[in-house]
């Protein structure tokens, strides 16, 4: 006997069965195999063909359209009265006429019995998963309607609440012997955890964080607190405390909520911020690039934000002690300074024009009466390149100095790099965003190291085994050092070094050439651990000639750089400059995988959205 009673809900539609009407209660019996193939109420047949049949919508049962399964067949007829089953056997080999239709064997019955017991219990399960899902939606609902009945009201009898930031710090806790201060605060819900006795709440609002508890009873019953979810922006009134011995907070301290109201509600379903984006997923990913806006509210991708302000701001503090004067070059411009291939061109007034590679040129123009000069700007390359630390779009730090040799400029640049260090990690608050994205950091120790251009050639033919060039052959002089290879250097080496002398074949033009070597210029790149290059700059060509015969040997027409080529006229003298990429900088102090995440919205090939 096989018992393949199945109960169905009136109009519930299986995977594998066809829409049909049920029994008023629902119910559908066969005690055992014998009586599912006897009981029948009219001549029906059912038609099973293994060979040719369909168990899809195409089959109907009947002689010329044969399901192909009896499990098939038997799921068809689950609520209605049982047709006669016959089945076609395999033609035999050599057969001239198919074989005749006949019962299927009892074997082949059982088991197609017993795939429908499993499909009941299935089934069973389904429903009563279903029924619980309904209950469960149907209380809730219930209780989100008894909780719009509750209306929050503030206290007046209360101490006025003192509105203040969440970083202010300044304000006096409450402990077990004397009432703290009664405070307003604004923010978003960065994390929330509801508990049978509180709410607990961790608020952001741009300047710090803050946990608070809302006691159970009308503040976490009400309907705005039901409907809490990540990201909801709120202000929040309550008792600022210390935390009770042996537990901690942010800060050490915990707003005892008395009173809030919800200023922007955030969906908690599908919608939801965490839905959206996860700090476990790739920033490279192009959904998280695509919601940039919202990876920007994350505590990480804030932080770096944040610490990008403080890291340009040390530049600027660094640069007004050292006496430079900060100035606004343009960003439209009609001459190249690291290679037609990477301008980006547009018309301008019907003359063809470019967005700046660099500022270079323009500071270059105005240290004769200036003094020296900087600018935070940004500079932009068309260059088709996807690695971790190009951008088609950045902020370039630039800056030029007067009566210099090439060693004042490598003295220079050691110490702006580690007097913005220095401030960085000076500034408390700063150092916070430190301790979230690279606790491990540790600044450079000085001096820095400095490696010539051909010593630095030796150095990768000489490891075990070479690092080899893009051509996988041993590097020679002349050879522009592939990114891998440099940054692999610089992390076997693991300090930061002042890589110099590149030969005058693969640098730009206007690069002063080493006296003492004519192959070579005086130029430096500083390399530093995990991102390779972040500092491009040389002593430029003083002598009128000498950068006239650089024009033509580089195929580039004087004319349109009278400007810059006048300098050399009207009492040129030796100098130099340099170029540092703010991303690239803020990458290697903030322990970042790549540039893209250091500027708030990227740009590079493929990519100039949001």
């Known amino acids: 006997m096989y018992d393949i009673t199945v109960k169905v809900q009136s109009g519930l539609k299986g995977p594998d069965v066809k829409r049909c009407s049920y029994p008023e209660n629902g119910l559908w019996m066969a005690s055992s195999a014998q009586e599912l193939a006897d009981r029948t109420k009219s001549d029906a047949k059912c038609y099973i063909d293994p060979a040719v049949g369909k168990d899809d919508e195409s089959a109907d049962g009947s002689e010329a359209k044969p399901y192909q399964s009896l499990y098939h067949a038997l799921l068809q007829h689950l609520d209605l009265p049982a047709p006669a089953y016959l089945i076609r056997p395999a033609a035999k080999e050599g057969a001239e006429a198919p074989a005749t239709w006949e019962e299927p064997p009892k074997s082949a019955m059982k088991k197609a019995v017993g795939r429908i017991a499993i499909y ?33 009201k503030e206290d007046t009898s209360l101490p006025p609440a003192v509105r203040i930031k969440l970083n202010n710090k300044s304000v006096e806790l409450g402990d077990d012997t004397k009432k703290g201060t009664r405070v307003k605060v604004y923010g978003r819900i960065q994390e929330l955890r509801v508990q049978k006795t509180l709410t607990f709440i961790k608020l952001k609002d741009g300047y710090g964080q803050m946990s608070c508890i809302l006691p159970a009873g009308e503040l976490t019953k009400n309907y705005d607190a039901l409907m809490f979810a990540i990201e909801t922006a709120l202000v929040l009134y309550g008792e600022l405390k210390t935390v009770p011995a042996g537990q901690s907070a942010i800060d050490n301290r915990e707003l005892h909520v008395d009173y809030f109201k919800v200023l922007g509600a955030a969906p908690s379903d599908l919608d939801a911020i965490t839905n959206k984006v996860s700090a476990q997923q790739d920033p490279w990913d192009a959904a998280m690039l695509d919601n940039r806006h919202l990876v920007l509210r994350g505590e990480n991708a804030s932080a770096v934000m944040k610490l990008r302000e403080f890291v340009e701001l040390a530049f ?48 270059e123009t105005v240290i004769q009466s200036l003094g020296s000069v900087y600018c935070i700007e940004k500079s932009f390359r068309a260059e088709k390149s996807l690695t971790r630390r190009h951008l088609s779009e950045y902020t370039h730090v630039e800056a030029e100095m007067d009566f210099i040799e090439f060693d004042d400029l490598l003295d220079h640049i050691e110490e702006l790099i580690s007097r913005v260090v220095d401030k960085v990690l000076a500034d408390e608050t700063a150092k916070g965003y430190m301790q979230i994205l690279n606790p491990g950091f540790q600044k450079p120790a000085r001096p820095f190291m400095r490696m010539k251009y051909a010593d630095a050639i030796e150095w990768l033919n000489k490891q075990d085994p070479p690092i080899l060039n893009e051509e996988g052959q041993p590097h020679v002089f002349g050879d522009d050092i592939a990114e891998a290879a440099e940054r692999r250097m610089t992390d076997i080496i693991n300090r930061p070094i002042f890589l110099t002398h590149f030969p005058v074949e693969i640098k730009a033009f206007y690069m002063k050439k080493d006296p003492n070597d004519l192959r070579v210029t005086e130029s430096v790149d ?80 493929g990519r100039c959205k949001p």
């Open 120 to 152: 009941k219990k299935k089934l069973a399960a389904e429903q009563a998963t279903a029924k619980k899902e309904e209950e469960e939606r149907q209380h809730k609902l219930k209780k989100l309607e008894d909780a719009k009945k509750i209306v929050l």
């Open 316 to 363: 600027i503090d660094s640069y007004r002690e050292m006496e430079f004067r900060k100035v606004s070059p343009p960003a439209m411009v009609q001459t190249q300074v690291e290679g037609g291939s990477t301008l980006f061109k547009y018309d301008y007034y019907g003359e063809e024009a470019y967005l700046t590679q660099s500022s270079q040129l323009y500071l």
């Open 526 to 605: 500083v390399l530093m651990p995990g991102v390779g290059e972040i500092v491009g700059g040389s002593m430029r060509m003083d002598d009128y000639a000498e950068l006239i015969e650089a024009y033509k040997k580089n195929g580039i027409p004087h004319e349109p750089y009278y400007w810059y080529t006048d300098q050399r006229k009207y009492g040129s003298s030796p100098h130099g400059g340099y170029g540092l990429g703010l991303e690239r900088f803020l990458a290697w102090m903030a322990n970042q995988h790549t540039v893209r995440t250091c500027s708030l919205y990227s740009r590079f090939m």
